[in-house]
Structures are given as structure tokens and as C-alpha cells.
């Protein structure tokens, strides 16, 4: 079992920056992927970006490409389990909610990071509103 917690959403204007938190517990944490995806009213689960169990590999969705960046804490000593979705030149398009998920069975990020059900775990999320 993995449980995840996000923080950090907010309202930003267009052009901002806003860092998001998910706090995973549980199993692990060096052991399984973890993604972001996002999801605006009236549309459809999106995927933003996955890291890998190490940290050293990311995949990250086109339109978000050169905007955000995804990092991890695995460190065992803190105890952080973090994995962190900083987000760069926010667009009123970012505007939704975000999720952190987990994937215990990736052996690494790619294409297929991107499908959601790939992912057994999620967090409950947390609204990031982008104002223009």
C-alpha cells in the first residue's frame, strides 16, 4: 500500500511560479515510479510528467516540456519521500487539479508513464488556477 498527499496548489498569475509537494508513505519509496497528471473541469485526465525510482530519469508531457520539473527525495535519512512538481511560466491553460501517483511496477520512465492506468496508487490532488 502507498498513500499520497499533495500540497502547495494556489492561485498564481499567468507568467508565475508555484512548486507542488506529494508526500508518499508506506511501501517504500525508492522502489516504484512516481507521475503527475492533472485534470481541468470538463476535460479528461492528463498527463504531465513521471520520474523514475532513482530520480535520475524523467518524461515529461510536450505541453509542459521546458516548463516544469520533476524531482524526488529519497532520501532514507530525513525521511522526506517527496516527490516534487515545480512549474515554471504558469499558463491559465495549467489551470486544474493535480495529482501525484505512484507505479510500483515501471522499471523506467517513457511513453507508457503516461497512461494513467499504469498507476495503482493516487493522491487526492490539489487545484493550481492559473489567472490571466
Known amino acids: 500500500q502507498v498513500q499520497l498527499v499533495e500540497s502547495g496548489g494556489g492561485l498564481v498569475q499567468a507568467g508565475g511560479s508555484l512548486r507542488l509537494s506529494c508526500v508518499a508513505s508506506?511501501?517504500?519509496?525508492?522502489?516504484?515510479?512516481m507521475g503527475w497528471f492533472r485534470q481541468a473541469p470538463g476535460k479528461e485526465h492528463e498527463f504531465v510528467g513521471a520520474?523514475?525510482?532513482?530520480?535520475?530519469?524523467?518524461?515529461?508531457?510536450?505541453s509542459v516540456k521546458g516548463r516544469f520539473t520533476i524531482s524526488r527525495d529519497n532520501a532514507r535519512d530525513n525521511a522526506k519521500n517527496t516527490v516534487y512538481l515545480q512549474m515554471n511560466s504558469l499558463k491559465p491553460e495549467d489551470t486544474a487539479v493535480y495529482s501525484c501517483?505512484?507505479?510500483?511496477?515501471?522499471?523506467?520512465?517513457?511513453?507508457?508513464?503516461?497512461?494513467?492506468?499504469?498507476?495503482?496508487?493516487w493522491g487526492q490532488g490539489t487545484q493550481v488556477t492559473v489567472s490571466s
Open positions: 508506506g511501501r517504500t519509496f525508492s522502489s516504484y515510479a
Open positions: 501517483a505512484a507505479d510500483v511496477s515501471a522499471l523506467r520512465v517513457g511513453a507508457r508513464s503516461s497512461w494513467a492506468k499504469e498507476y495503482k496508487y
Open positions: 520520474i523514475s525510482r532513482s530520480g535520475i530519469s524523467t518524461f515529461y508531457a510536450d
